[in-house]
């Protein structure tokens, strides 16, 4: 475990012997969890608007990562309650880190981790200052957390810095879910491509959206490939309509990340 004092660490042991309602109380104690987790059979989010959330999406995503991660580096960006992070140490990963803003989900992902007696370092710590963190990760779960950035495509670009092997990235997806294959350039005076359902756009939340004031940016599916593949990235799968795995491909532009040629301004 990290000794840095933004590790926070779990006000909950992990217990021996589990009383199902003891496991409850606590669980209600720690707030209303977005994640709905297995703890010894009780479950912390059962009413989940979105189903038995994200055991639905991970069933399609879980297929196209090893079952085997033995010494695999894990970085999970935007943890949440801890449910990836838990499946990513549970498939034998080495080095799980998972980061969050949130102290209400990052005390759910400890008591989680704790209780299931898993060892996975949980920090606060915000996507844009990823690169606090040392060294690159094997895998590099960014799920859930695109589109509730006001910068979406520099928090991108500075996770991709980290990745190592994968990407998973996810992001809610609105409009066309078709692909769009982008001629090479167009003419100044074209403008009826923009009227395309299908070519890439993100759409602008100026107000609120499923009453979130965070969900700024929701793209549709063209403009999530696009953004992938422009910030140098392979798309290597997609294993259901909000996910995407990748591979670093071209991501260093004349030997240097993207990011730090755009902000210095040589890209
Ligand atoms: C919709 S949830 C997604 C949780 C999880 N990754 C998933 O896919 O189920 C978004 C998460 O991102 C966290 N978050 C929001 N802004 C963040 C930021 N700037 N840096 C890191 N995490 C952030 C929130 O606290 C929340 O836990």
Redesign the pocket.
Known sequence: MSSSPDVLSSNYSASNSVNPDELARRIAELGDW??NLDLCGVHTAPDHFLGDF?NVKWKDIAKEIPDDLTGASVLD????GG??SIQMKQRGAKRVLG????DR?LNQARFAADTLKLDIEFQKL???AIDEVEGQFDYVLF???FY??RYPVLALDKVIKKVKHRLVF?TMIRGSENPFHAEPDYKFWEKKIFLQPDFPAMYFIEKSYSNDYTNWWIPNRAAVEGVLRSSGLQLFSHPEAETWICTPHHVLNKGRYILDRELDGTL
């Open positions: 977005f994640h994200p960006i935007g943890c949440n449910f990836y980061v969050d803003v949130d989900y915000s996507v844009y799920m859930g957390l509730h950035l996810q």
